[in-house]
């Protein structure tokens, strides 16, 4: 009860922003929505006149020129060649660290859509970074994982949470109940205009319950545990002995040892018609055809690890990083004429598109990422979030810092 108390205490502040993020019904993760249009007006001014941009329909990858092209800003990876003194903890492989080129830069061409060039805009200019090696989980958290945790703890994730009249005698009483996002595809094809036309507060979702009360975890004990917002990773992690990643360090993991590929695995989205990563298919947001074998979430490690055994750095379920997200990050770092060491991120946040709302770095996209709307599965792009917001298709994996 005590623990109860203390949380609900600690995350007042968090839920009075939930419920205001809710009332003005744009509560959503990426925040597209709402530069697309200024990015439209730029993209149609650069395309010269009788050119036209690839389709929603063409395939990612397929551009060798592209690809090059994005290569050319990228120095080579130099990775630390000290192997660790002490064997892998559990589920955990080691990243050897070194010196890269951090962030993605595509041209209007080949593999972009609409989609991608706002997914590349604050994932520029590509900058060197350094980071010291370290371990991470070879998958996302899973449900079992959590739910350890949860046993262990007595924890309440944000999502199970119900806000008292107490502490906002201000709210309506039906907005006074525990829930979270939950993306509900409508029944026909629908304009990408409006997130609310494919995400709801469900009341009742929670990490239990990933798309409301009518569903269970029950059989998915190796699915990636989803409802989870900043502050439940960050207890997760406290209690395992370990942390989130910095973004440099996820993106340095994600690329597995390759220099400037566009994709986790390499530059052809789907090499031999392979699909590698559980991501949209079909016509979004209404029909995911499921031609990866998946229509929705997927367990995890059910497609090909990256160059250091680890699964899932693209697709499926998006994943909480340490830093606060602010839009200049690289330009500021880039801007530095050193090398930017072990960067921990900014000390506040910044959105342009959604201003005075605090949010943490998302990285990897999920299985709703698709050409037509959101190519975050690009290993250099970038998410973001309301550190209180949680969905179905959010979750978040732990590293450990090697001992010295």
């Given at each position: 009860m ?14 009075s922003k939930?419920?205001l ?11 597209i ?5 200024l990015f439209?007006?730029?993209?149609q ?16 990858g ?7 092209s994005a290569?050319?800003?990228f120095?080579?990876t ?7 003194a002490?064997?892998?903890?559990n589920g955990m492989?080691?990243i050897?660290g070194?010196?890269f080129?951090m962030?993605?830069e595509?041209?209007s ?12 805009e ?7 970074v ?6 991470m ?10 739910e350890?945790f ?5 924890y309440?994730?944000v999502?199970e949470?119900?806000p ?9 009483p ?5 829930g ?6 409508p029944a ?7 997130v ?5 507060y469900?009341?009742g979702a929670?990490?239990?319950h990933?798309?409301?009360?009518g ?13 989870i ?19 440099a ?14 994709y986790v695995w390499?530059?052809?989205f ?6 590698m ?10 029909k995911d055809t ?5 229509a929705?979430?997927?367990p995890v ?7 250091y055994?680890?699964?899932?750095m693209?697709?499926?379920v998006?994943?909480?990083c ?5 839009a ?9 004429s050193?090398?930017a ?14 201003p ?6 998302h ?10 709307y ?6 250099g792009t ?6 209180s917001?949680?969905s179905?298709h959010?979750g ?5 810092t090697?001992?010295?």
């Amino acid at each position: 009860m005590n623990h109860r108390k203390k949380t609900r205490k600690s995350t007042a502040g968090l839920l009075s922003k939930r419920l205001l993020l809710i009332v003005v019904a744009v509560f959503i993760v990426l925040s597209i929505v709402v530069v697309s249009g200024l990015f439209l007006i730029r993209y149609q001014t650069s395309v010269p006149s009788g050119k036209t941009s690839k389709t929603a329909s063409s395939q990612p990858g397929s551009s060798q020129n592209t690809a090059e092209s994005a290569a050319s800003a990228f120095l080579p990876t130099l990775e630390n060649k000290t192997p660790p003194a002490d064997p892998s903890p559990n589920g955990m492989v080691w990243i050897p660290g070194g010196e890269f080129s951090m962030g993605s830069e595509l041209p209007s061409e080949g593999v972009c859509t609409m989609a991608t060039m706002i997914a590349v805009e604050d994932a520029k200019p590509i900058h060197r970074v350094y980071v010291d090696g370290f371990w991470m989980d070879k998958t996302v958290v899973t449900n079992e994982q959590f739910e350890k945790f949860a046993k262990a703890t007595g924890y309440k994730t944000v999502a199970e949470l119900t806000p008292s009249k107490e502490d906002f005698p201000n709210a309506p009483p039906e907005l006074l109940v525990a829930g979270s996002l939950v993306f509900t595809p409508p029944a026909e094809p629908v304009k990408l205009d409006n997130v609310a036309q494919w995400w709801s507060y469900v009341p009742g979702a929670n990490w239990r319950h990933p798309t409301g009360p009518g569903s269970n975890i029950k059989g998915k004990e190796n699915y990636p545990v989803v409802q989870i917002a900043f502050p439940d990773a960050m207890a997760y992690c406290k209690w395992a002995g370990k942390r989130l990643p910095t973004e440099a360090e996820w993106e340095f993991a994600a690329r597995g040892g390759l220099t400037g590929k566009i994709y986790v695995w390499g530059d052809e989205f789907r090499p031999d018609g392979k699909p590698m990563a559980n991501t949209f298919q079909g016509h979004f947001p209404d029909k995911d055809t499921a031609e990866d074998g998946y229509a929705g979430i997927a367990p995890v490690a059910r497609f090909p690890a990256n160059g250091y055994g680890l699964f899932d750095m693209s697709g499926n379920v998006w994943q909480w990083c340490k830093d606060w997200y602010r839009a200049d990050t690289y330009a500021e770092m880039a801007s530095k004429s050193s090398l930017a060491k072990n960067p921990q991120g900014p000390e506040t946040s910044s959105d342009p598109a959604e201003p005075g709302i605090p949010k943490r770095v998302h990285r990897g996209g999920s299985f709703l990422c698709t050409d037509q709307y959101c190519t975050r599965y690009m290993v250099g792009t970038r998410g973001k979030g309301e550190i209180s917001t949680a969905s179905n298709h959010l979750g978040f994996r732990c590293v450990q810092t090697l001992t010295k």
